[in-house]
Nanobody
Framework: QEQLVESGGGLVQSGGSLRLSCVAS????????MGWFRQAPGKEREFVAV????????YYAESVKGRFTISRDNAKNTVYLEMNSLKPEDTSVYYC??????????????WGQGTQVTVSS
């Protein structure tokens, strides 16, 4: 059974850092690009970052560029999102996505259950 399980969310002060992890199981992990999306209350789910299957290529939303870093360890079936200089507007549920199809709207082959990130001012 395919699963994506996120962890690492929590409450942090503005300017702080968090590292999210997403562990994949059930299907080959290294064959697919992986991404992170987020959804704030009352808003649509939005793209955050994506990484190619090899890890050689990454792409970020403008709102997080320079602050967030996506990476992966194919041997551990895990993708990470390192978040620095966090702002209150980064407060959202963060979702791991397998094989994201687009960055302009939320579309992926499979989604995790999400992990809450709350940034206090």
């Amino acid at each position: 059974q395919e699963q994506l399980v996120e962890s690492g969310g929590g409450l942090v002060q503005s300017g702080g850092s968090l590292r999210l992890s997403c562990v994949a199981s059930g299907r080959p992990f290294s064959h697919f690009s992986m991404g992170w999306f987020r959804q704030a209350p009352g808003k649509e789910r939005e793209f955050v970052a994506v990484i190619s299957w090899s890890g050689e290529s990454t792409y970020y939303a403008e709102s997080v560029k320079g602050r967030f870093t996506i990476s992966r360890d194919n041997a551990k079936n895990t993708v990470y999102l390192e978040m620095n200089s966090l702002k209150p507007e980064d407060t959202s549920v963060y979702y791991c996505a397998k094989d994201p199809r687009a960055t302009s709207y939320p579309s992926a082959a499979f989604w995790g259950q999400g992990t809450q990130v709350t940034v206090s001012s």
